[in-house]
T-cell receptor
Framework: KAGVTQTPRYLIKTRGQQVTLSCSPI?????VSWYQQTPGQGLQFLFE???????NKGNFPGRFSGRQFSNSRSEMNVSTLELGDSALYLC?????????????FGEGSWLTVV | GQQVMQIPQYQHVQEGEDFTTYCNSSTTLSNIQWYKQRPGGHPVFLIQ?????EVKKQKRLTFQFGEAKKNSSLHITATQTTDVGTYFCAGWKGSGGSNYKLTFGKGTLLTVNP
């Protein structure tokens, strides 16, 4: 069974630009969550989608948004990029919602903002 | 801010020595999960503990969940160079209903000197 797939793997953007990252969950998984990982802050929760609806949101500004499609694939968008947005963005999928679910991470998208 | 505390932040050992990382939460966790992230890689699920006082073993790795379900530990016996990486604990935290998110500790970076 294929794992969580994220594209692109690496990208460089300029301050002020916007970026869209894509995530294909494990087949059959309906929940997708996004995390930002930086050396200083560690793994921070961005948001979670289930059945095309955002179910939970972390403490990030409105420049960070996402959506989920009917096939469970998800995208996240960051507008008006800032230098501090440079990070590894990880997508994770799980079968469903709920605290007993195990989440499985993709390899991530490395974003550098210059 | 981070609500799941993990110590130590770094640990360097000689190959063959033991290693332990500790995870503490100020509130009771429904369960706790452990992940390993190799340098340059993505977090990979190791195990989930659910019951109070639960102990699980995976070869040289021993995981414990505290009686109060507020703390956990991961112990590696006789470390090997393949154990190098950052070990994260994660607990579900939320305000009830479906408003839960997986909150990660900042991780313990383990390096092993051969």
């Amino acid at each position: 069974k294929a794992g969580v797939t994220q594209t692109p793997r690496y990208l460089i953007k300029t301050r002020g630009q916007q970026v869209t990252l894509s995530c294909s969950p494990i087949s059959g998984h309906r929940s997708v969550s996004w995390y930002q990982q930086t050396p200083g802050q560690g793994l921070q929760f961005l948001f979670e989608y289930f059945s095309e609806t955002q179910r939970n949101k972390g403490n990030f500004p409105g420049r960070f948004s996402g959506r989920q499609f009917s096939n469970s694939r998800s995208e996240m968008n960051v507008s008006t990029l800032e230098l501090g947005d440079s990070a590894l963005y990880l997508c994770a999928s799980s079968l469903g919602q709920g605290t007993r679910n195990t989440i499985y991470f993709g390899e991530g998208s490395w974003l550098t903002v210059v | 801010g981070q609500q799941v505390m993990q110590i130590p932040q770094y640990q360097h050992v000689q190959e063959g020595e033991d290693f332990t990382t500790y995870c503490n939460s100020s509130t009771t966790l429904s369960n706790i999960q452990w992940y390993k992230q190799r340098p340059g890689g993505h977090p990979v699920f190791l195990i989930q503990l659910v019951k109070s006082g639960e102990v699980k073993k995976q070869k040289r790795l021993t995981f414990q969940f505290g009686e109060a379900k507020k703390n956990s530990s991961l112990h590696i016996t006789a470390t090997q160079t393949t154990d190098v990486g950052t070990y994260f604990c994660a607990g579900w935290k939320g305000s009830g209903g479906s408003n839960y998110k997986l909150t990660f500790g900042k991780g313990t970076l383990l390096t092993v000197n051969p």
